[in-house]
């Protein structure tokens, strides 16, 4: 199965700075392939960006996405203290589908 | 485009469970519904997906032949079901809409399994 590897494994950020966010994949998956979800503590996963750089409904334009397999970034620009989250990539390329560890965001 | 699951569950090891997603707001028939499973503290992992329509169903081979995924068109209701559940299987499971990436979530149903 694909592997998805996320670095780093905590940001920690103050408002108004750049979040990056990086996703590594085994082997080559194509970017239509790639999506980015948001999860908060207790609550359900949010899609976020699909084929890897298209957002989802209702999604700001703060956050992008961007990258061709196997790398893929997820920017996060002006953070706000509501983006303070896991964020998890997930390729759907190939069967099983599988999701990256995670990326901890922290809003100082 | 709602999709709500069925309530938290404490079973024993050895006992059987059968988790329900309903949803509402779409035409249940076009999409396929999947599950994903969050153990305690951990991330995300696939275990399957089912078409409503057709009832083709794909397995993550990591899950298939412990758990059962199914579909009641009719009442736009989609099933993870266990026979015989184990501690292991302790975690949040999440239904979700779509055959690759998930575009809308269910609440999560927690499932305990303890002696």
């Known amino acids: 199965e694909v592997v998805l590897t996320q670095s780093p494994g905590t940001l920690s950020l103050s408002p108004g700075e750049r979040a990056t966010l990086s996703c590594r994949a085994s082997?080559?998956?194509?970017?239509?392939?790639l999506a980015w979800y948001q999860q908060k503590p207790g609550q359900a996963p949010r899609l976020l960006i699909y084929?890897?750089?298209n957002r989802a409904t209702d999604i700001p334009d703060r956050f992008s996405g961007s990258g061709s397999g196997p790398e893929f970034t997820l920017t996060i620009t002006n953070v706000e203290p509501e983006d303070s989250a896991v964020y998890y990539c997930?390729?759907?390329?190939?069967?099983?589908?599988?999701f990256g560890p995670g990326t901890k965001v922290e809003i100082k | 485009v709602q999709l709500v699951q069925s309530g938290a569950e404490v079973k024993k090891p050895g006992d059987s469970l059968r988790i329900s997603c309903k949803g509402s707001g779409y035409s249940f028939d076009n999409y396929w519904i999947g599950w994903v499973r969050q153990m305690p503290g951990k991330g995300l992992e696939w275990m399957g997906i089912?078409?409503?329509?057709?009832?083709?169903?794909r397995y993550n081979p990591s899950f298939e032949g412990h758990v059962t995924i199914s579909v009641d068109k009719f009442i736009a209701t989609a099933y993870l079901h266990w026979t015989s559940l184990k501690a292991s299987d302790t975690a949040t499971y999440y239904c979700?809409?779509?055959?690759?990436?998930?575009?809308?979530w269910g609440q999560g149903t927690l499932v305990t399994v303890s002696s």
């Open positions: 997930q390729q759907y390329n190939w069967s099983p589908f599988t």
């Open positions: 082997q080559r998956v194509n970017s239509r392939f």
């Open positions: 089912i078409h409503p329509r057709s009832s083709d169903t």
């Open positions: 084929g890897a750089s």
């Open positions: 979700t809409r779509g055959q690759s990436d998930f575009d809308f």
